[in-house]
């Protein structure tokens, strides 16, 4: 079947375009100028019409978390995130004892593979448990280790293609192990709570490391060494061209001034946009217990109860573009593009950009940024 989306406002590669958009059998074949004559005409009018958002690393929203080995309950925090126009979602698990994380992601993949849900879930991201206890931020302490072959090479086995990314600290694997096995098998290695230093960086990017994990949350700068100054994860970001940043665009974990620095000097086609967001999202919850850690919900972001430091994010993908296009001053289409066509090179995903052989997965929405059509290999889904 051939559909022709019109609409006066397409957001493709940075930029809005005014025309149609072509898909044969769920997949894009181009951006016309004109309509053309199709099987089905959907004309969106003003609204913008742009790929559906791709959110890398999300714990769970609507009440419902990933961690519970639960797949309704994946299926429920995916739902949560497709209605704010994210139709493409790599479900996040943090650190847990081994087994109920293998058991989780046993229910995510399980998830992806019903067909409930109308979007795509895209895999597992462990973001732990090797990870490192001084940068371990909200996550529990009581159960980082270093990496452990036995588990993850078990794991990996036991789940072929489940797990699309994984979360460690460079540091712990020094000859850089762990990291080539995971890029051996399919899996994305990401360099995230961590007090790695240059070398340490280094030798995760030699071996296929090419992400930061939420750059500036849990990630370590500048030390000294009896007096030497050592580059931490934040300035190797910077210095190594091939590595991409996410960053937690909720307008409360940076501040805009330092997006802007980032985006300046990684430049756009190196930063993801992420939610990080917890189960709470869009709970109106304000305080309790999560995973052993008391929180509360104030000034918009979820922190310790003691306030010493932020526990996560309440925030959904277009919460995110809002930040980068209002606060921080960037255009829509390039604020989209970091939650579309990044997310979908990092991974090499088919979605994110409404270029030929990427699948039709489209939303449409207005100036304020609601969601008001959705559609994934060119169906119409609910929300």
């Not at 051939?2 to 809005?16: A, T």
């Not at 990496?147 to 090479?153: A, F, M, S, V």
Request: a negative charge; hydrophobic letters at 40%.
């Amino acid at each position: 079947m051939v559909q022709c989306f019109l609409s006066d406002r397409i957001l493709s590669g940075g930029e809005i375009l005014r025309g149609a958009v072509r898909a044969e059998d769920g997949v894009i074949r181009g951006i016309f100028p004109e309509p053309f004559p199709a099987d089905e005409v959907l004309d969106l009018g003003s609204l913008f019409l742009a790929p559906g958002l791709v959110d890398l690393h999300t714990h769970g929203g609507g009440g419902h978390s990933f961690l519970t080995g639960d797949e309704n309950e994946v299926i429920g925090g995916c739902l949560y995130h497709l209605r704010h126009g994210v139709t493409s979602i790599l479900p996040t698990l943090s650190a847990a004892p081994f087994p109920e994380m293998r058991e989780a992601a046993g229910a995510i993949d399980r998830a992806g593979k019903s067909g409930l849900f109308p979007g795509r879930i895209l895999g597992v991201h462990m973001e732990g448990p090797y990870l490192s206890p001084r940068q371990c931020g909200a996550q529990c302490p009581l159960f980082i280790t270093p990496p452990k072959k036995e588990e993850y090479e078990a794991l990996i086995r036991d789940l072929p293609g489940a797990v699309r990314r994984w979360t460690y600290a460079p540091e712990n694997d020094p000859d850089g192990a762990f990291c080539r096995f995971l890029r051996d098998h399919g899996v994305l290695p990401s360099a995230g709570h961590t007090d790695a230093v240059y070398k340490d960086v280094k030798t995760a990017a030699d071996n296929g490391m090419k992400l930061i994990t939420h750059l500036y949350s849990c990630t370590s700068t500048v030390t000294r060494d009896h007096g030497f100054r050592r580059l931490g994860v934040i300035e190797s970001a910077f210095l190594l061209d091939g590595i991409f940043c996410e960053i937690i665009a909720d307008g409360r974990h940076l501040p805009p001034e330092l997006i802007r620095m980032i985006l300046k000097i990684k430049g756009e086609d190196r930063v993801a946009l992420i939610s990080d967001s917890l189960a709470l999202a869009g709970t109106g919850e304000t305080e309790g217990t999560m995973a052993g850690t008391d929180f509360i919900i104030e000034d918009g972001v979820c922190k310790l109860k003691d306030r010493s430091a932020f526990a996560g994010s309440i925030a959904s993908g277009f919460d995110l573009i809002r930040v980068i296009r209002d606060d921080c001053g960037i255009p829509l289409a390039r604020a989209v593009k970091m939650m579309t066509e990044v997310p979908s090179t990092l991974l090499g995903l088919p979605v994110g950009k409404l270029e030929p052989g990427y699948r039709a997965d489209l939303i449409a929405f207005d100036d304020a940024l609601r969601l008001e059509r959705a559609f994934v290999d060119g169906e119409p889904v609910s929300f």
